[in-house]
């Protein structure tokens, strides 16, 4: 958006400018009338599509603006040029085509890796690799039937047959496929999705619901032992806000719809859900309540679970939906707790609504530097006592401190490097800060003007008290920047014999220190048993705080030079870690979920009472395990 | 199974390049020198240097004992103030209080002492450097035995000498109570636990919190005794699990990554207390310890002591013994701060542990000659000892043909390859001129000299005299006695019931080992696998044969299994009399301090009829290990309600145990569950 020469004056004007965006969204309501509800029926195969449809995101045929093989756009990557200088490119993003002289660097410092050494993938989808679907044709004939889309093409089964997990990404860089989903249909409503499943059921076919494909838990991976057919339904094309309801503050969208898109419609209404999950470029809200999705800004608008006030989902014995909308209920055990969580093993969910909130009026970055992190975490930890956490609070370690250094962008002007070399003596020299140790909470502020430097007050007095010094707000931005380009820096490391992937785990408050050092020791141990050559990348950041605990990251990264099997040592070291953070009383997980990459530990996580009830729930709603991913249990 | 933790392979005579003298060196130049040495270790990486006083600090502060603190103020009634300031009364009576200055002190003194004291020390560098690396990483235990007060510092110099941050200890308390010496100890790192903790809760409580708060502040690598105190008899004690468990504590909560444990031996050519702790076992009571003490001992400064070796023993990262055996997540769902009884599995864990590293100290100790030799004289006929004297030729013999059977079953010796095998036999019995004296080509048990009596020596006290002198040498041969316990157990198994049936022999193996837990050192549930060691060291020296099915003797072995058989003789002998004692005795309730007089009284009368051969019998350890086994099988119960701790004797059950010793009836494999002694 704007350039990065001036932090100061570039957010001043961003922050004018989305203020102007709001005012012009109440501008443009629409005028019918003040109940303001908007209403859209479920269009027909083939009528024209509406204007905001051009709008959307994702098209069928996600190929042709994603990758195949890697994250996100396929004009957005990470590369190093000609000079041996890392950019970005394209010009989705904040730092697309900038230049990032550190990183180079860093990535040959932490990793041992060299640019000299590559290991490029496969350039192009061989649709030949790809092993021939096998078709229910009685099912094929009768879908004909309902005229909703469907496909059995090589690239599009192919590219729902996977997440974004390491191993998944990295077989596919190698052109390797296993099983892949036999076709793909697309639902454009709720009843088409009730006539598939109603299709699927009759004549005994496997779904797999598929949103945004996020997932890191091998959600998506198709059951090798499945011999149905396995078709995989892609709610893409749900994307609707059906309705707002702006006397209580709801919306009603269709389940498919994904994260920027929601956010952008709703903005342009003057609202938003405030849900931020560091995927909403790509994943969608039937995946959020699928798999009990936790969002950058939970402090102030509450996780997936706070967040929702009805979901209709379809599952073979029918639709499960509840009957009114009261904001709570005492009638039994909650069903939406079935469905939040169900990674897909029971049905689709198809329409949803959720809480909304005007936009807020302003927002303000901020950053803190601590002196380790052991104080940077006492912060936090006083922080959520006092129930003051901002928007989102997160707390790096140094490692991770180190990195976002390392993914600064060219700086044009001498006077801003002059500064930064200031600002570092004044941490390092002044302070006595010591640049191995120090650690960095990043910090976003929403809300009226007024309240938001108030609460920054709070936050940063709190912050003073615990070594804490205020390290401006571009440092804070940049921080945030980094969630959504990280899952780009992977390809790049994938480049050059470096794969890594992040995991996390919710803890209480007296045991985050110790699960951090233990894991990351862990990590480390591990790998050097495991044999890999050079020293991991092994860091964490707490990135979410809760009355009794908190959200912890792990990213862990290393170069596999001389490693046979790479993939199946990262597994075992994640299985490691996954195992250590258990054994200091981490959760299995606080918001990827479970899928089949961690559903190992589903009955020690929940007891063995508890499995039975999920798996009673499981066959009374679905007997023939018509959704047949194998996520959960 | 524990071969893969301990150093295989390193039997055998001692590499003259493994083991420095760290007082050559300090022979050549300057004490005051070592001790003003630049002292500059790597601590722990993740300690922030702290102070004691904030250490103390934070122990008082903990969640754990305000927790504590509050509950035993409402279970006495007095107000937590008072119970936190009589916390603070014991922190302040336990804590230590590290000071280099100290350090300094202590090195300069102990220079002095032990070059009097010893030839040499002797230290293994490969140990002292992994040790090094080890304790830059994780939290460090330091873990020696203990069989001489020299000891106690002696880790503590070494580290020292070797820049390596010096550990805080774990003392007895008598030793604060030392005038002077107890604050110097104090400052040299010292920490004093009293003894017999028992049930005082608050007590339990700070100790457990203080030990806590060093390990997982990597404040100090700490040294402690996992026998618990200095062993009188020379032989590996039961390890004491207190200290183990909070030791481990901080690594079962997650609240350290990792914790390094590193057992050491040390070995003596001769103990300075060699005879104070014969007297001690013979009843004379132990001199309380003092400074004035302390002094007095000063006359032992003027003998010669030989070579003491001191050999760190290879890093044990607790992570991985502990793999598989202790799952972690039972102590989620509990705070941590909160005080938490130890689960069965988390208990016999920490058993575990702690047994192994006795074996590990074991192993690694060297063995002397005079232990080779001292094995030998206590299996000759005691009058040869007193009265006619053992051939020197003939000591010298078998001693050579023990040495090779040593080796062969794994056993490091220190037995110089440099000089002839006579001139060590030589000078091994000269360095212990104190127990027997070589003429005219016959060696004899060294009577006491008592001072000028006006009255002739009883014969009870001619037992007792002679006693002294066979308790040294039995002190010796404990030295060396896991080395060949296992196939001595079995070579007694196949003794007592004639039995070639390996199923018989092994119930057999089982009873010995159960019934003399407390006088040697098995690692709990390991039974098969000692006794599979057992049947292959005794094939190795070619006393058997080994089937499927079957273990028969081979013609070429007997000497072997005669010695082993022999070796534990006196326990057997001393165990029968005891167990005799019990069941004929008319009363069937007693102390122990009526019992061990009673006993020591018919010992030395049977003695002197010549009905008992061995006088370990009067030891008064072997008559507690007595007590302790039958109470372990049952056949003893401590009456509860008895404030003097009385017994109660159940005579059939002990005439049983007797009987089955004696091979008169088969034994029932005697199901004892397995005691976690905390």
Not at chain 1, 23 to 37: E, K, M, T
Request: hydrophobic residues 40%; aromatic residues 8%; proline residues 5%.
């Amino acid at each position: 958006m704007a350039s990065n020469t001036s932090g100061g004056s570039s957010d001043r004007q961003r922050i004018a400018q989305q203020r102007l965006r709001i005012i012009a969204g109440h501008l443009q309501r629409p005028v019918d009338g003040d109940s303001a509800i908007l209403a859209a029926e479920c269009k027909a195969q083939g009528s024209k599509p509406d204007a905001s449809r051009e709008e959307k995101t994702v098209p069928r045929r996600r190929q042709e603006i994603m990758k195949w093989n890697g994250w996100g756009y396929s004009d957005s990557r990470f590369l190093f040029n000609k000079k041996g200088q890392a950019e970005f490119t394209g010009k989705r993003y904040r730092l697309s085509g900038m230049i990032i002289p550190g990183l180079k660097d860093w990535f040959e410092g932490t990793f041992g890796a060299s640019l000299q050494h590559k290991t490029p993938a496969t350039p192009l989808l061989n649709n030949s690799a790809v092993q021939p679907p096998t078709l229910n044709e009685a099912f094929v004939e009768e879908l004909k039937s309902t005229g909703i889309p469907f496909s059995q093409d090589a690239e599009d089964r192919v590219f729902r047959a996977h997440g974004h997990c390491l191993h998944e990404i990295f077989a596919l860089r190698e052109g390797k496929f296993g099983r892949v989903p036999d076709m793909v249909v697309w639902p454009n409503c709720h009843n088409d999705v009730v006539k598939i499943v109603e299709l699927a059921s009759k004549h005994n076919v496997c779904l797999i619901p598929y949103g945004g494909g996020t997932s890191v838990s091998s959600a998506l991976e198709c059951p090798p032992e499945e011999t149905r057919s396995i078709v995989s339904l892609d709610t893409s094309q749900m994307n609707r806000i059906l309705w707002i309801d702006e006397k209580n503050l709801t919306a009603h969208m269709e389940a498919g719809i994904v994260g920027q898109d929601l956010e952008r419609l709703l903005n342009e209404s003057g609202y938003c859900t405030g849900h931020e999950p560091d995927s909403m470029e790509f994943s969608s809200l039937g995946g959020w309540v699928a798999t009990r999705a936790s969002g950058m800004k939970k402090n102030i608008y509450g996780n997936i679970e706070d967040l929702v006030v009805h979901i209709k989902m379809v599952t073979p014995q029918g639709v499960i939906e509840k009957s009114c909308q009261g904001p709570r209920m005492s009638t039994g055990p909650d069903i939406h707790h079935f469905i939040m969580g169900s990674e897909g093993t029971l049905g689709v969910v198809t329409e949803v609504t959720m809480k909304i909130r005007p936009m807020p009026e302003y927002q303000k970055y901020g950053s803190v530097v601590f002196p380790n992190f052991e104080q940077g975490v006492a912060c936090l930890r006083e922080v959520a006592r006092q129930r003051c956490a901002p928007a989102s609070i997160r707390l790096m370690d140094n490692e991770q401190f180190k990195f976002g250094h390392a993914l600064k962008p060219q700086v044009s002007s001498i006077f801003t490097s002059f500064l930064d070399g200031l600002k570092k003596f004044y941490i390092t020299k002044f302070k006595g800060f010591d640049p191995n140790r120090l650690c960095v909470a990043t910090l976003l502020f929403e809300g009226d003007r007024e309240k938001v430097l108030q609460h920054e007050k709070q936050v940063y007095d709190i912050a003073a008290k615990f070594g804490g010094l205020a390290a401006g707000e571009d440092n804070g931005q940049r921080g945030y920047m980094l969630t959504f380009v990280i899952a780009y820096l992977r390809d790049l490391g994938m480049d050059y014999y470096v794969i890594g992937e992040s995991f996390e785990t919710s803890v209480p408050w007296d045991r985050v220190l110790d699960i951090c050092r233990n894991v990351k020791a862990r990590i480390v141990r591990e790998c050097k048993e495991r044999g890999v050559q050079f020293p991991p990348l092994s860091t964490c950041r707490v990135t979410q705080t809760y009355d009794a605990g908190a959200c912890v990251y792990f990213y862990f990264a290393f170069n596999y030079r001389g490693l046979s099997d790479p993939v199946h040592v990262y597994e075992q070291v994640e299985h490691a870690a996954r195992e250590e953070i258990l054994a200091n009383g981490g959760s299995l997980s606080h918001h990827h979920g479970v899928g089949k990459l961690r559903k190992e530990w589903m009955r020690e996580t929940v007891s063995n009472v508890g499995m039975g009830m999920l798996k009673s729930v499981k066959d009374y709603v679905d007997p023939s395990n018509i959704f047949g991913n194998r996520n959960l249990l | 199974m524990t071969n893969t933790y301990r150093d295989s392979g390193r039997a055998g005579l001692v590499d003259e390049g493994e083991f420095v003298d760290i007082l050559e060196e300090r022979r050549r130049s300057s004490d005051l020198g070592h001790a003003l040495r630049t002292f500059n270790p790597h601590p722990y990486q993740g300690a922030s240097p702290c102070s004691a006083a904030e250490l103390n600090k934070a122990v008082l502060e903990s969640q754990y004992l305000r927790y504590v603190t509050k509950e035993i103020a409402m279970e006495t009634g007095s107000s937590v103030e008072e119970v936190r300031k009589e916390a603070c009364g014991i922190l302040e009576e336990m804590s230590q209080n590290l000071q280099l200055g100290f350090i300094r002190l202590m090195g300069y003194t102990l220079t002095k002492v032990f070059k009097r004291l010893f030839t040499s020390i002797f230290v293994n560098m490969e140990g002292l450097n992994t040790l090094q690396q080890a304790i830059q990483e994780t939290p460090v235990i330091l873990m020696p035995n203990h069989r001489s007060y020299v000891d106690f510092l002696i880790v503590s110099y070494i580290l020292f000498t070797y820049d390596i941050p010096v550990p805080v200890i774990a003392a007895g308390i008598p030793l604060a109570g030392m005038k002077m010496v107890g604050e110097i100890l104090r400052r040299s790192g010292a920490f004093f636990i009293r003894r017999a903790i028992g049930s005082d809760k608050l007590y339990w409580a700070v100790l457990s919190e203080y030990v806590k708060a060093i390990v997982r502040r990597g404040y100090a690598p700490m040294e402690f005794y996992v026998e618990g105190l200095r062993s009188r008899t020379l032989k590996s004690l039961t390890p004491k699990l207190g200290m183990m468990h909070m030791v481990l504590e901080p690594y079962f909560k997650g609240e350290v990554f990792d914790i390094t444990f590193v057992p050491i031996s040390i070995s003596y050519d001769r103990v300075l207390e060699e005879s104070l702790l014969a007297h001690e076992l013979l009843g004379v009571p132990k001199p309380k310890e003092s400074t004035t003490g302390l002094l007095k001992a000063s006359k032992v400064l003027q003998e010669d002591y030989g070579t003491m070796h001191v050999n760190f023993g290879r890093p044990l990262s607790v992570r991985q013994l502990c793999h598989g055996k202790i799952n972690r997540c039972q102590y989620n769902l509990i705070p941590r701060d909160l005080p938490q009884k130890p689960t069965a599995e988390a208990q016999a864990c920490v058993s575990w542990l702690a047994h192994l590293m006795v074996r590990i100290q074991e192993e690694g100790s060297l063995i002397s000659p005079w232990s080779l030799m001292a094995c030998l004289l206590l299996q000759a006929p005691i009058t040869v000892l007193t009265e006619e004297g053992l051939l020197w030729q003939q000591l010298t013999e078998k001693t050579l043909w023990l040495r090779k059977l040593a080796l062969d079953y794994g056993a490091r010796l220190n037995w110089s390859g440099q000089a002839p095998d006579s001139d060590v036999m030589s000078s091994a019995v000269a360095l212990h001129r104190s127990v027997v004296h070589r003429k005219a080509g016959r060696v004899y048990l060294v009577q006491e000299e008592e001072p000028a009596r006006k009255r002739p020596i009883s014969p009870e006290e001619g037992v007792t005299r002679t006693a002294a002198a066979v308790l040294m040498l039995a002190s010796y041969r404990n030295q060396l006695l896991h080395v060949f316990v296992r196939p001595a157990l079995l070579a007694t198994a196949i003794h007592i019931t004639k039995s070639t049936q390996r199923s018989e022999l092994f119930t057999f193996f089982c009873f010995l080992q159960d019934l003399f837990s407390y006088e040697f050192i098995f690692i709990p549930d390991k039974l098969s696998q000692d006794f599979e060691e057992a049947c292959l060291l005794l094939k190795k020296c070619g006393a058997v044969h080994i089937s499927q099915q079957e273990v028969t003797l081979s013609d070429v072995g007997l000497e072997a299994l005669s010695f082993l058989q022999a070796l534990l003789q006196p326990f057997i002998d001393s165990y029968q009399m005891m167990f005799g004692y019990l069941s004929e005795e008319e009363v069937d309730v007693f102390t122990e301090k009526q019992f061990l007089p009673a006993v020591r009284n018919l010992a030395t009368k049977l003695i002197l009829s010549g009905e008992l051969h061995t006088y370990e019998a009067l030891s008064s350890d072997t008559q507690k290990n007595v007590l302790s086994a039958l109470r372990r099988l049952e056949a003893v119960t401590k009456l509860r309600a008895s404030e003097q701790n009385e017994y109660k004797v159940n005579k059939a059950a002990v005439r049983k145990i007797g009987d089955i010793l004696s091979g008169k009836i088969p034994p029932q494999m005697l199901q004892t569950t397995p005691d976690a002694r905390l």
